[in-house]
């Protein structure tokens, strides 16, 4: 209880993100100990946190603040897919339904929806949409619109698809290389992703001749996609053999 009750405090003084199990003792105590953390201002009352809200307007409210729970801001890919998760959460839903009255039965419906949404025919597409309005309640929770939230049973991880799996051999490599349009730019963007395993466009795009160190042979790569995890913002990687390709016509031997 005790650990629960300091998380509630820090959310008060700070206005750090309240965590899952916090959110959920909460929701689970009885009213007379609801009661005594309101008079102590760290929860708003039970017919408060009740308070009707269209879906739609806090999801875009949402989407608009252009921030995770966590107040990282997100990228514009990111905003991209939370954008298109609330399009189908209004389509699914339609306009008038609050964010306190969909239950754990309309959520796992909205997996339903979107098995049969055209379109969408990947696994882990379906659980990224599911992913994303699992944040969206994430939040209603935080801002204590709801107690509990409707998509924390639903499958949101990525699932390992193998069977999409194909290791590109040296020579069919080489034979890409000469259909490129050029043996310049488009050689240096296939070189870069094959042999050092580039992100493409969003690494690729910020490397400069300032990050290759020709004395130690190595090369900085930074990484938009993971700045916010500490540590990962960048990484180093040696300057392979195989990048001194890019000087040279195709026609390696395998």
């Known amino acids: 209880m005790s650990r629960h009750i300091e998380a509630l405090v820090l959310h008060k003084v700070s206005r750090l993100m309240i965590d899952t199990a916090t959110s959920q003792w909460v929701a689970d105590v009885d009213d007379g100990l609801y009661e005594k953390l309101r008079e102590f201002g760290l929860v708003n009352s039970r017919s408060a946190a009740a308070g009707s809200q269209r879906l739609v307007d806090f999801v875009e409210r949402f989407v608009a603040k252009g921030r995770t729970n966590g107040g990282n801001k997100a990228k514009p890919r990111t905003l991209q897919k939370w954008q298109l998760t609330s399009r189908y959460l209004k389509e699914c839903f339609g306009n008038t339904v609050s964010v306190e009255s969909v239950t754990a039965a309309d959520a796992s419906d909205f997996r339903g929806w979107l098995e049969d949404k055209d379109g969408i025919d990947e696994e882990n597409s379906i659980r990224k949409h599911c992913q994303i309005a699992q944040m969206f309640f994430h939040a209603a929770m935080d ?20 069977s999409r ?11 890409g290389i000469e259909h490129c349009p050029d043996h310049h730019q488009w050689k240096v963007v296939l070189f870069l992703a094959r042999v050092t395993g580039m992100r493409c466009p969003s690494e690729m795009v910020l490397a400069t001749w300032h990050d290759i160190d020709w004395k130690r042979n190595t090369m900085v790569i930074h990484s938009p996609k993971t700045e916010h995890h500490t540590g990962h913002e960048k990484r180093l990687i040696p300057l392979f053999p195989e990048l001194g390709e890019c000087s040279r016509k195709p026609g390696r031997t395998p």
């Open 143 to 162: 801002a204590e619109l709801i107690h509990r939230n409707p998509f924390r049973k639903i499958p949101t991880t990525s699932v390992v698809n193998k």
């Open 165 to 175: 799996d194909y290791f590109v051999t040296w020579k069919e490599f080489d034979a």
